[in-house]
């Protein structure tokens, strides 16, 4: 089985960082893809970034140049570095990977960013 917990959300104000980490459980890691995701409040989850087991990334449009994904197969960690927050990227943002056909999601953490 898979487990991932994230970590690092907060209340910033805009303009302000913040560094998402999610951290999974298994001998896997390495070979899995890694996504981000983020639920607005009184909106469906929507993808922020992935990042393939090569490195490989791909952000939604309203994140480039803000935001980073990353994974430390080492730490067996995924990082999702925001820079430069707005409102609008307020939610809960929540890790997904994809092992052995079967897709896993963390329990989220909150990211609230005010005006």
């Known amino acids: 089985q898979v487990q991932l917990v994230e970590s690092g959300g907060g209340l910033v104000q805009a303009g302000g960082s913040l560094r998402l980490s999610c951290a999974a459980s298994?001998?896997?890691?390495?070979?899995?893809?890694i996504s981000w995701y983020q639920q607005a409040p009184g909106k469906q989850r929507e993808l922020v970034a992935t990042i393939s087991s090569g490195g490989r990334t791909n952000y939604v449009e309203s994140v480039k140049g803000r935001f980073t994904i990353s994974r430390d197969n080492a730490k067996n960690t995924a990082y999702l570095q925001m820079n430069s927050l707005k409102p609008e990227d307020t939610g809960v943002y929540y890790c997904n990977t994809l092992v052995n056909y079967r897709l896993y999601w963390g329990q989220g953490t909150q990211v609230t960013v005010s005006s």
């Open positions: 298994g001998s896997t890691f390495s070979a899995s893809p």
